[in-house]
């Protein structure tokens, strides 16, 4: 018999926004805006994400600054400062690690954590999610927004749901009366083409889809058919896969302003490349398929992967790669707000899943093993083949 899973969704408040009301108390019951310099309205970039007073002008992460500052000239806006950001971030995470080892990282300030064998020790779901919450905000000061479920799915809409502070707790008898209500848009996987698509049938809740049979779902949207007749009824078998076992490496980078200069998006790939390969080769790992993310203006985001007979961990390799995908999918004259580059398809030092005779260009390049020695000696940010990228960049921003 299967044993039932509790999954617990865990996503900080307002995120950047509250740390920066942390550090300087006066901001507090203020609105504050991170993000992009306003510069008197005619700021360019956009908000990354503003206190619960500053979304009560309509601002939100992502709208272009010039925008909120138009809505809310009175506002605190603040630049990012990426690496105390991080710095919380991981102290967070290691609270989590108090309840349980099955702990999911999805983002700088969110997680999923498996709680089902730990229900005994503690009492309840409800007093786990009450302890952890209690423990971040004994810690951190900061607040967060917990959803505990039978599956992520159902947990992660539970934390959103009663923001901020929030702990929603989703009962397993009642999985569909939670459910019929809400909106498509809190499907995972329906994007705003798939909503409208939904909508042209008046189907615009989720109790609306999960009245659809299964082949009506598939003749519709094909794959996707079973996944949202999945959904809308609650299932979801999607375990909780803890940190050590997350089968990639990656980096990426979000830029202060949107860029559309050339140099600078080359510079950055190979910036990341060189992070990964050198992560990678810190691990002992060599991977078969490498990612890239390319994220424009206004959050569009895009990911690509190309997998390669033999399985490297060779910086120059990795950026030839990210390159040629760049090159292929880049919309030119769009501006870019985020790179990231990553590698999965692991096999180990011993090339364990290396076949016989297969080959590996697992052999870093002299320039490599240069560069590592040298950043082991003096620090990760110390050499840089893309010399010249420090002037653009902004190292607050690097978010690993
Ligand atoms: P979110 O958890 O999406 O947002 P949040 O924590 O600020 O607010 P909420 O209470 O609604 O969860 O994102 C976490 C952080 O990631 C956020 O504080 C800033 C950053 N971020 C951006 O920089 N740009 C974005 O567009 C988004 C969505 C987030
Ligand atoms: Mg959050």
């Given at each position: 018999m299967k044993t039932k899973k509790i999954i617990l969704h865990v996503d900080m408040d307002a995120f950047f926004a509250a740390i920066?009301?942390?550090?300087?108390?006066?901001?507090?019951?203020?609105?504050?805006?991170?993000?992009?310099?306003?510069?008197?309205?005619?700021?360019?970039?956009?908000?990354?994400?503003?206190?619960?007073?500053?979304?009560?002008?309509?601002?939100?992460?992502?709208?272009?600054?010039?925008?909120?500052?138009?809505?809310?000239?009175?506002?605190?806006?603040?630049?990012?400062?990426?690496?105390?950001?991080?710095?919380?971030?991981?102290?967070?995470?290691?609270?989590?690690?108090?309840?349980?080892?099955?702990?999911?990282?999805?983002?700088?300030?969110?997680?999923?954590?498996?709680?089902?064998?730990?229900?005994?020790?503690?009492?309840?779901?409800?007093?786990?999610?009450?302890?952890?919450?209690?423990?971040?905000?004994?810690?951190?000061?900061?607040?967060?927004?917990?959803?505990?479920?039978?599956?992520?799915?159902?947990?992660?809409?539970?934390?959103?749901?009663?923001?901020?502070?929030?702990?929603?707790?989703?009962?397993?008898?009642?999985?569909?009366?939670?459910?019929?209500?809400?909106?498509?848009?809190?499907?995972?996987?329906?994007?705003?083409?798939?909503?409208?698509?939904?909508?042209r049938f008046g189907i615009y809740t989720i109790g609306d889809l999960a009245k659809l049979p299964l082949n009506v779902l598939e003749q519709k949207f094909g794959k996707l058919g079973k996944h949202f007749y999945m959904l809308s009824r609650g299932i979801d078998d999607r375990p909780v896969i803890p940190e050590h076992l997350v089968k990639s490496v990656s980096n990426e980078f979000t830029f202060s302003e949107d860029i559309l200069d050339i140099n600078v998006l080359n510079k950055t790939l190979l910036r990341l490349s060189e992070k990964v390969g050198y992560r990678m080769r810190q691990k002992g790992l060599t991977g078969k398929t490498v990612h890239l993310k390319l994220r424009y203006e206004g959050f569009d985001t895009i990911t690509r992967n190309k997998t390669l007979k033999h399985p490297t961990s060779n910086t120059d390799i990795i950026f030839k790669v990210i390159n040629d995908l760049f090159t292929t999918n880049y919309e030119k004259k769009r501006k870019v707000r985020l790179l990231g580059v990553g590698m999965s398809g692991f096999q180990n030092k011993t090339g364990s899943q290396l076949s016989l005779f297969e080959q590996s260009d697992e052999k870093p390049s002299e320039l490599d093993i240069v560069e590592d020695l040298i950043r082991k000696k003096f620090g990760k940010d110390a050499i840089s083949r893309a010399e010249g990228l420090s002037k653009t960049k902004d190292p607050d921003r690097w978010i690993e």
């Open positions: 920066e009301q942390r550090e300087h108390p006066e901001f507090i019951g203020h609105p504050v805006i991170v993000g992009a310099d306003p510069q008197g309205g005619k700021g360019r970039g956009v908000v990354s994400t503003c206190s619960y007073e500053a979304r009560k002008f309509g601002i939100h992460s992502a709208m272009p600054i010039s925008r909120a500052y138009k809505l809310c000239p009175q506002g605190i806006y603040i630049p990012p400062n990426g690496s105390l950001y991080s710095q919380v971030s991981k102290d967070i995470f290691k609270l989590f690690y108090e309840f349980t080892d099955l702990v999911e990282p999805l983002s700088i300030d969110e997680a999923f954590l498996d709680i089902s064998g730990c229900i005994k020790l503690f009492g309840s779901a409800r007093i786990i999610g009450e302890k952890l919450k209690y423990r971040i905000y004994e810690v951190q000061t900061l607040t967060s927004s917990v959803g505990i479920a039978p599956n992520k799915f159902l947990a992660k809409i539970a934390s959103d749901l009663e923001k901020p502070d929030g702990l929603v707790i989703v009962d397993e008898n009642n999985i569909q009366s939670f459910l019929n209500p809400l909106k498509l848009s809190r499907m995972w996987g329906a994007g705003k083409k798939t909503i409208e698509k939904f909508e």
